[in-house]
């Protein structure tokens, strides 16, 4: 468990600092990855997921499989926080139960889904994500408006569930 004081500026330009809030070890989860193939970010604890890249097909021309899991490749260890003692946050984050991406569930949104026809199946972990780099995490994370999710993107080259690449003209920077 670590402490995380609740810092507020006054008016004046004073500073009051008051109970420290506690971020207990359950706030915390641990276990999400990046995919090398489609930049998303996913939860590798029991298994890769579902990508949207689709496997080359064997030798012969017989298709490998209709889908694939994410490959983790390259990829760090990301942590997310279920609960957050302030800061700069975003709610409305969650995870889905097919796909085991992160995309932005406020307000029903399902987004689409590579597992499967109709939009992502929220667990119901709910995650807050930082929009600054307040805890020391990775810029270039972004949502993408076709399908929800997160993903990476300063990696040039991307692939979203719902065609193409991911899209990010209309979001913000996240760190992660």
């Not at 990829?75 to 957050?84: D, N, T, V």
């Not at 199946?121 to 810029?139: E, F, L, M, V």
Request: glycine residues 18%; positive net charge; contains cysteine.
């Amino acid at each position: 468990m670590c402490t995380v004081p609740a810092v507020t500026t006054n008016p004046d330009g004073s500073i009051t600092i008051t109970r420290p809030n506690l971020i207990m070890p359950g706030d915390i989860e641990q276990g999400w990855r990046w995919c090398m193939q489609c930049q998303g970010l996913y939860l590798a604890s029991d298994t890769r997921g579902i990508c949207p890249v689709r496997p080359q097909s064997r030798t012969g021309g017989i298709p490998a499989m209709v889908i694939g899991p994410h490959k983790d490749s390259g990829s760090g260890q990301y942590r997310l926080f279920h609960a957050h003692a302030g800061g700069c946050v975003q709610t409305g984050w969650t995870r889905c139960g097919r796909c085991h991406g992160l995309y932005f569930g406020q307000g029903g949104r399902t987004g689409c889904c590579p597992a499967g026809s109709g939009g992502h199946k929220s667990t119901g972990a709910h995650y807050q994500i930082h929009t600054c780099n307040a805890q020391g995490g990775q810029d270039g994370w972004r949502w993408c408006k076709k399908c929800e999710g997160m993903f990476y993107s300063l990696n040039g080259t991307s692939t979203c569930p719902a065609g193409g690449a991911h899209d990010a003209s209309d979001s913000g920077a996240y760190f992660i």
